[in-house]
């Protein structure tokens, strides 16, 4: 069979679109890319006057929005409140940045539970456009990075 065709339905050869498997494995890029981003090396914390500093783990985050998990919050975000999330860069300094919850649902994996929450970025604040560069680079970053099928162990 030729190699630029799978079997489809019924038995029929299909074409593989490879705009659409270079589409895909540019996002599975560029989704462990943020992962290493937000949960390795930037800190991610919510705030509340309150509460205080939350860790939260950043799951997503694009031009328009982000998602991210708290593990068993005290007081969970409703729907519609806009909070601020500060994303530490190094110990004293952070980017404050200004989402609107606009889902919050529960999760339960490996042993870990609590709630996830998509949110609207508020692009009328300053550091919008410091985000907005920050998924623009993971994005050409996911394009252009070249996969190493031995990595070194020096990193993690």
Sequence with gaps: M???KSPGKGGKERIIDLNSYRKNKNEEK?????????????????????????HVEVVDV????????????ENPFKAAQKIALRFYFTPNTYLRVVVEI??????DENGRSGLEYGCELD??????????????????????????????????
Excluded at 102 to 107: S, Y
Excluded at 126 to 136: A, C, D, P, T
């Design 123 to 156: 692009k009328n604040t300053k550091s919008y456009e410091v985000i907005n560069q920050l998924v623009s680079f993971m994005y050409k970053y996911a394009e252009i990075a070249c996969q190493d099928s031995h990595p070194p162990m020096i990193w993690f």
């Design 102 to 107: 606009k889902r919050a649902i529960p999760f």
């Design 2 to 4: 030729d190699k630029r």
């Design 62 to 73: 694009s031009y328009s929005g982000l998602r991210f998990r708290e593990e068993h919050p």
């Design 30 to 54: 560029r989704r462990e890319y943020e992962r290493v981003i937000f949960n390795r090396v930037l800190g991610v914390y919510s705030f509340a006057e309150k509460d205080g500093l939350t």
